[in-house]
């Protein structure tokens, strides 16, 4: 049971209750600060917004500060809207959600941070330039197409890898060699690099196995691709980037409160 169960009718504008524990989540509160959000560091009736790190949960119930949601719903009035990502817990069924990680805005900007990061992850395993280094990135989507942007800036010669042929075909038309994923074999011993982007297995351990003196790197969710020799690098924009990363949370809900008074 909620023990406050009701807030004044006249309360319009949002007040943010921010409980993430990442460096993100803080740096977005002090810009939303900065923008006359008004904000609290506990729990009152008149809250409006909980505002959660993005991603949100480490297992079912549990934020990935290690509080229990539930205990932090049971402080705050039922009619909050709980911002965040991956916000498909049960304890939050009844709740109205704002979503990050689907709102397009925030994914297309996300993806440009993630592949900037990526660079950097990947700069100190090369013994070479990123010019002399081909590159095999897997996948086609948004996280993709950053990187092969970022790297053909840079003169690389990069490879995409993708199921659909028009994937395949948008990728050529914009410079890039392209290949399909049942016929990769032939590249794989080519490259120096791989990234993956893709969230299923499209390589084998095998496969990979034949790329001995390349640099493979997992960007995707689980999962993506394996081998002893694979760097996990998951949630780049808060690692490497966190002013970024809590820059853009702070203007997608900025965008988010602008769209619901209209």
Not at 31 to 58: M, N, Q, R
Request: some cysteine.
């Amino acid at each position: 049971m909620h023990i406050l169960e009701q807030r004044s009718d006249d309360m319009t504008k949002p007040l943010i209750y921010p409980v993430g524990s990442t460096e993100a989540c803080r740096f977005a509160a002090d810009c939303l600060t900065a923008e006359k959000i008004s904000l609290v560091d506990h729990p009152t009736p008149e809250v409006t917004h909980l505002l959660l790190d993005v991603p949100s949960f480490a297992d079912m119930g549990i934020l990935r500060s290690g509080e229990d949601i539930r205990k932090i719903l049971s402080m705050l009035p039922p009619d909050i809207t709980v911002i965040g990502g991956n916000l498909n817990d049960l304890s939050l069924f009844t709740y109205q959600k704002l979503d990050l990680l689907k709102c397009q805005r925030y994914l297309a900007v996300n993806a440009a941070i993630t592949a900037d990061c990526a660079l950097r992850v990947a700069a100190p395993l090369l013994k070479t330039t990123f010019t002399d280094t081909p590159t095999l990135i897997l996948g086609w989507g948004r996280i993709g197409k950053c990187l092969g942007q970022l790297l053909k800036a840079m003169g690389a010669p990069v490879t995409i890898a993708a199921r659909k042929e028009s994937d395949r075909a948008m990728a050529e038309a914009l410079g890039f060699d392209a290949v399909d994923y049942l016929n990769i074999e032939g590249s794989l011993s080519k490259m120096g690099l791989i990234f993956n982007t893709v969230p299923e297995m499209v390589l084998s351990a095998e496969q990979l196995s034949a790329c001995r003196n390349c640099v493979k790197i997992d960007l995707a969710s689980k999962p993506g691709i394996e081998g002893k020799d694979v760097v996990i690098a998951r949630g780049l924009p808060g690692k490497y980037a966190p002013e970024s990363s809590g820059r853009l949370i702070a203007q997608t809900i900025l965008q988010h409160f602008k769209e619901a008074s209209l």
